[in-house]
């Protein structure tokens, strides 16, 4: 007889759902991801969804094999194009591609609190709010809570009895090992190159069914990348992979130290109690108290985010969206709970050591450089073994670092504490020498240490902490010191997660 888990999984991914009170234990998900660790705009959600709603990607017939095709795919994941200063610090904020920008189902409360919106992954996203500089947003996500609209994201189905081995073939990650229910980061990869294509936290739903969430910057080049390489794995004679993506889910990030305390006042199925039992990177499926006495559809709440606070992110489907949000807003108050944009999610962001793609991940990027080499499976890591992943033979040689006779890598990612202004993406590294041996990948003001904080990648036997460094701000050379990440100790809710 399947455990109540097994049915909720499976009415869950099968669009089915009618759940009963009895069926809410907890679904853990990953064992304590590691905090400073942590790549992704994180949404490492399971969406619950209904068939109709699936848009299934048909395999294209295009073929991207050749360079001049590859080069013109990855231009398209770029977020670099435009220019917006925002109070704290500069990013650039860019469609993904030339079509109109799309709204997330929040736009219109957005706007109705003050949002100054911006085009970031072909979206129009709120990058601050009228009533809070960013700096003063920072602030209060960590003394307080903030909600962070993150419903640009990708989300994709892979079912079928090739979907383990089809992406085992495209990312580095022990899948076959993963348990269910749990979630694991990783990166889509380059063949040949091992370079990475996007980074993605990868749920096992099921033996034979994966939920992918890759980043909304990247959707054109992810999408094309993913149906060259299902159209060469059937050409192959590989096992059946159906790929859907679902549109129009909502996600919200409820960030911050009052988020347990804000989300137990609407939380009606299971219990507040069992929020104190919801560990970091574990989820449960829950149904919330919006428009008075009325119950949301089940939706899907994981104890993670990308602040390196305490918090929850929350996968609504499209049409309750703005109900479940409203009822969020609402339990907290303004004293407790505001919205934050982009802006002071990226300085939460790189004080907690996470990347950002397009900065400080690329298609050159593999993941050792990038200080990843966790993300590749203990029992991937034999270059002999069937089944090897893209890229697998430079990623496996890089492992070995060259002082114990491997190939190693010629640079290092590196968090960085520098004097004087700020030092921001594009910035040069230097030796003592004066020579160049690095470049900074993003950068800005930290609210939380009121010191200057940036990553980048240095060269490699120079990447140890401590090191002393320059970098060249405005024409003037800047003292810096390579650091470990995170910049700020998480606050993630830990707890003992069963082997």
């Given amino acids: 007889m399947p455990s109540p888990n097994d049915s909720i999984m499976q009415a869950w991914s099968t669009g089915i759902v009618q759940l009963s009170s009895t069926h809410w234990p907890m679904m853990?998900?990953?064992?304590?991801?590691?905090?400073?660790?942590?790549?992704?705009?994180?949404?490492?959600?399971?969406?619950?969804?209904?068939?109709?709603?699936?848009?299934?990607?048909q395999l294209s017939t295009v073929s991207l094999t050749n360079a001049a095709a590859i080069a013109s795919v990855r231009s398209r994941c770029s977020v670099r194009t435009s220019h917006t200063r925002t109070g704290l610090h500069s990013r650039n904020y860019a469609s993904s591609s030339s079509s109109a920008l799309q709204k997330t189902a929040l736009y219109d409360l957005h706007v109705a609190h003050g949002a100054k919106m911006v085009p970031f992954g072909g979206f129009h996203m709120p990058v601050q709010y009228s009533r809070l500089s960013v700096s003063a947003s920072h602030h209060f996500t960590r003394s307080h809570a903030s909600l962070f609209d993150v419903g640009h994201m990708v989300q994709h189905h892979f079912t079928g009895p090739g979907a383990t081995a089809f992406l085992q073939r495209i990312t580095p990650g022990s899948l076959q090992a993963l348990p269910l229910h749990q979630s694991?980061?990783?990166?889509l990869l380059w063949p040949g190159t091992g370079g990475i294509v996007d980074d993605t936290i990868i749920t096992k739903l099921k033996d034979d069914k994966f939920?992918?969430?890759?980043?909304?910057?990247?959707?054109?080049?992810?999408?094309?990348?993913?149906?060259?390489?299902?159209?060469?794995?059937?050409?192959?004679?590989?096992?059946?992979?159906?790929?859907?993506?679902?549109?129009?889910?909502?996600?919200?990030?409820?960030?911050?130290?009052?988020?347990?305390?804000?989300?137990?006042?609407?939380?009606?199925?299971?219990?507040k109690s069992n929020l104190k039992e919801l560990y970091f990177g574990q989820c449960?499926?829950?149904?919330?108290?919006?428009?008075?006495?009325?119950?949301?559809?089940?939706?899907?709440?994981?104890?993670?985010?990308?602040?390196?606070?305490?918090?929850?992110?929350?996968?609504?489907?499209p049409e309750e969206t703005v109900a479940v949000t409203e009822a969020l807003l609402k339990a907290g108050g303004e004293e407790k709970l505001r919205f934050a944009g982009l802006g002071a999610r990226d300085s939460l962001r790189l004080e907690a050591g996470m990347c950002l793609y397009g900065h400080d991940l690329n298609d050159t990027t593999t993941p050792v450089d990038a200080a990843l080499s966790w993300i590749v499976g203990k029992d991937r890591r034999d270059p002999k073994a069937d089944g090897a992943f893209h890229g697998a033979d430079v990623i496996l040689g890089q492992i070995i670092p060259k002082s114990k006779g491997g190939k190693g890598v010629e640079r290092r990612r590196v968090g960085l504490v520098i004097e004087g202004a700020p030092a921001r993406e594009g910035v040069e590294i230097l030796d003592k020498e004066g020579q160049k041996i690095g470049v900074v990948t993003s950068g800005c003001p930290s609210p939380t240490l009121g010191k200057n904080i940036a990553m980048g990648y240095i060269k490699d036997g120079l990447h140890k902490s401590g090191t002393e460094v320059e970098v060249v701000v405005r024409g003037r050379k800047r003292k810096a010191t390579v650091t470990k990440m995170p910049f700020v100790p998480t606050k993630y809710h830990k707890g003992t997660v069963p082997a």
């Fill in 284 to 317: 449960l499926v829950a149904m919330l108290k919006i428009r008075g006495s009325d119950l949301s559809k089940p939706v899907l709440v994981s104890r993670g985010g990308y602040t390196g606070e305490d918090g929850f992110e929350i996968s609504i489907e």
């Fill in 28 to 57: 853990r998900l990953s064992r304590a991801l590691r905090p400073a660790r942590k790549l992704i705009p994180s949404p490492q959600l399971v969406q619950v969804g209904r068939v109709p709603t699936l848009i299934t990607r």
């Fill in 211 to 271: 939920y992918v969430v890759t980043n909304a910057a990247c959707r054109d080049k992810d999408l094309a990348y993913l149906d060259e390489q299902l159209a060469q794995w059937k050409a192959e004679g590989g096992e059946t992979v159906k790929h859907e993506v679902l549109d129009g889910w909502g996600l919200v990030a409820l960030q911050g130290p009052l988020s347990e305390e804000i989300l137990g006042e609407i939380l009606v199925a299971p219990g």
């Fill in 184 to 187: 694991t980061l990783s990166t």
